[in-house]
């Protein structure tokens, strides 16, 4: 039993690890709207806002997706961040953006979540 424990543990901890891929639309995040804003400015404001602590590991324009990763630290495993902004269109009367924060692991009780912080950034990048 003393030796099967820690590879059960090792499993469920591997098998419940959060990738950028596990980031989607609709997926759980907290959004906002914004009006008066190009979508090319939103996507611009988006990219500077994630790539200030974070990593940009996928970004598609033409899909108004941006994913993202912090490091492993001492203390954490990394998160995973996406933003996703629709409509994918210019001429829009008012975009939704909906950022999202996932740690790596369910076991993973330190770490940041950074949805508030890359809301509140994008937000003042676009003088909001």
């Known amino acids: 039993m003393k030796r099967t424990l820690p590879l059960v543990v090792a499993t469920f901890v591997l098998a419940s690890c959060a990738t ?5 639309r609709g997926g759980g995040g907290s959004s906002f709207q914004v009006r008066g ?12 806002s994630v790539s200030t602590g974070l990593t ?20 954490t495993w990394g ?3 996406g933003v996703f ?11 939704t953006v909906e950022v999202q924060s996932l740690k790596r692991s369910m076991a ?19 003088d909001m």
């Open 85 to 95: 902004i629709s409509p994918v269109r210019p001429g829009a009367a008012s975009y």
């Open 56 to 75: 940009i590991v996928q970004s598609r324009k033409e899909f108004g997706e941006i994913k993202a990763e912090s490091r492993a630290g001492i203390a």
């Open 20 to 24: 950028v891929d596990s980031l989607h």
């Open 108 to 126: 993973q009780i330190t770490g940041q979540d950074w949805e508030e912080s890359v809301k509140t950034s994008i937000k003042a990048e676009l």
């Open 37 to 48: 804003k190009t979508y090319d400015e939103i996507w611009k404001a988006s990219v500077r």
């Open 79 to 81: 998160e995973v961040v």
